[in-house]
């Protein structure tokens, strides 16, 4: 069974980078789908950030991408996110889950693993 969890820190101050990191279990993130940053702020729907292939191919939301960095680490079984130049408006819950295709307007059936979900609050 595969297994994401989100790791990271839950508060960032305005301006500052957020980083999280998303540890998958299970199965390897190089063999094959996608792996992928989504995120849902109080009130509105899903929002996909981002994705690294299992080809290392990385797929980024033309919104948000003069700020987004999405990276891994095989040998961990790892992958990364890092927002930049954050504003209040970043608070959000961030997920990372796996699809079998890119999906720029995410459902929650468009993925079939999710991570928890780990709230990161934007304040000073």
């Known amino acids: 069974q595969v297994q994401l969890q989100e790791s990271g820190p839950g508060l960032v101050k305005p301006s500052q980078t957020l980083s999280l990191t998303c540890t998958v279990s299970?199965?390897?993130?190089?063999?094959?789908?996608?792996w992928n940053w989504i995120r849902q702020a109080p009130g509105k729907g899903l929002q996909w950030m981002g994705a690294i292939a299992y080809s290392g191919h990385i797929y980024y939301s033309p919104s948000l991408r003069s700020r987004t960095s999405i990276s891994w680490d095989t040998s961990k079984n790892q992958f990364t996110l890092q927002l930049s130049a954050v504003t209040p408006e970043d608070t959000a819950v961030y997920y990372c889950a796996r699809s079998d295709t890119i999906v720029m307007v995410p459902r929650r059936e468009s993925y079939d693993f999710w991570g928890q979900g780990t709230q990161v609050t934007v304040s000073s």
């Open positions: 299970g199965g390897s993130i190089t063999t094959s789908y996608y």
